[in-house]
């Protein structure tokens, strides 16, 4: 990952201000924002793709502080590029509970106004790096089960996960696609390995990819030598689940 890449996006995000397109939304009523002032900077950056394409929720990484400029932004970029509506999650930090009731939040709005996006609200994606992983793992896993972080109102597509923490794949998962760095030593690759073996064992179709060389925390990555396209990868793999539905 790149200081250009960085640069990149927040030129785009500078252009669409500039066409007076609104780029930030918040998620949560001015009321509960007033009443609770962790929630002010709570929403959603949107980076626009085609017309009533599917869209992609981005949770980037980050326990104690926010890696939504220097990871999330280019990923949501590339993504919007292929077509894809990207959004990307500023999500409440520290606390995965806090956490999964603002992606809770984040797809059931997306969803209720698709209309005034202008995306499809089928065959939606979710994407986590790192605490993001995990937040999006906690809410597919338990949100049904414990009602602690609100109910989805429709499970995603596809989940792709960038170097999760910990992940045990089970019957509640959705197609998952796995990528951390081959020098990682943060995630126990041998867990993501047999959950990625266990999730196609229950014919939940899933992918596990080691960029080679790499450590945690990676991002994007498109120019280390001998680095693989892993977004390429992921959205292959998306494309490949939307057919064989």
């Given at each position: 990952?790149?200081?250009?890449?960085?640069?990149e996006?927040l030129?785009?995000?500078?252009?669409?201000?500039?066409?007076?397109?609104?780029?930030?939304?918040?998620?949560?009523h001015i009321?509960?924002?007033?009443?609770?002032?962790?929630?002010?900077?709570t929403g959603?950056?949107?980076?626009?793709g085609?017309?009533?394409a599917?869209?992609a929720?981005?949770?980037?990484?980050?326990?104690?502080?926010k890696?939504?400029?220097?990871e999330?932004?280019?990923?949501?970029?590339?993504?919007?590029r292929?077509g894809y509506n990207?959004?990307?999650?500023?999500?409440?930090?520290?606390?995965?509970?806090s956490?999964?009731?603002?992606?809770?939040?984040?797809?059931?709005y997306?969803k209720?106004?698709f209309?005034?996006?202008?995306?499809?609200?089928?065959?939606?994606?979710?994407w986590?790096?790192?605490?993001?992983?995990?937040?999006?793992?906690?809410?597919?896993?338990t949100s049904?089960?414990?009602?602690?972080?609100?109910?989805i109102?429709?499970?995603?597509?596809?989940?792709?996960?960038?170097?999760?923490i910990?992940?045990?794949?089970?019957?509640e998962?959705s197609?998952?696609?796995?990528v951390?760095?081959e020098?990682?030593?943060?995630?126990?690759?041998?867990?993501l390995?047999s959950?990625?073996?266990?999730?196609?064992?229950?014919?939940?179709?899933a992918?596990?990819t080691e960029?080679?060389?790499l450590?945690?925390?990676?991002?994007?990555?498109?120019?280390?030598?001998?680095?693989?396209?892993w977004?390429?990868?992921?959205?292959?793999?998306?494309?490949?689940?939307?057919?064989?539905?």
């Amino acid at each position: 990952m790149t200081a250009r890449h960085t640069i990149e996006s927040l030129d785009y995000l500078y252009d669409e201000v500039k066409k007076e397109n609104q780029i930030f939304y918040p998620i949560y009523h001015i009321k509960h924002i007033k009443e609770k002032e962790e929630l002010k900077d709570t929403g959603l950056f949107f980076f626009r793709g085609k017309k009533k394409a599917p869209f992609a929720l981005i949770l980037p990484g980050g326990y104690s502080y926010k890696s939504l400029i220097h990871e999330g932004f280019p990923l949501a970029l590339r993504i919007s590029r292929v077509g894809y509506n990207a959004f990307e999650l500023s999500y409440r930090q520290k606390k995965v509970l806090s956490g999964s009731q603002d992606l809770v939040k984040a797809v059931n709005y997306i969803k209720n106004n698709f209309s005034m996006f202008g995306v499809s609200k089928e065959d939606y994606s979710l994407w986590g790096a790192s605490t993001g992983a995990q937040i999006i793992i906690n809410v597919i896993q338990t949100s049904e089960k414990t009602f602690s972080a609100g109910i989805i109102m429709s499970k995603p597509a596809v989940n792709i996960y960038t170097y999760p923490i910990s992940f045990y794949g089970t019957n509640e998962d959705s197609p998952t696609f796995i990528v951390v760095g081959e020098n990682d030593k943060i995630v126990n690759k041998t867990v993501l390995k047999s959950s990625v073996a266990n999730l196609n064992n229950l014919n939940i179709n899933a992918k596990y990819t080691e960029m080679p060389r790499l450590e945690h925390g990676f991002g994007i990555d498109l120019e280390t030598a001998g680095s693989i396209n892993w977004i390429s990868r992921a959205i292959d793999f998306l494309e490949k689940i939307k057919e064989e539905f």
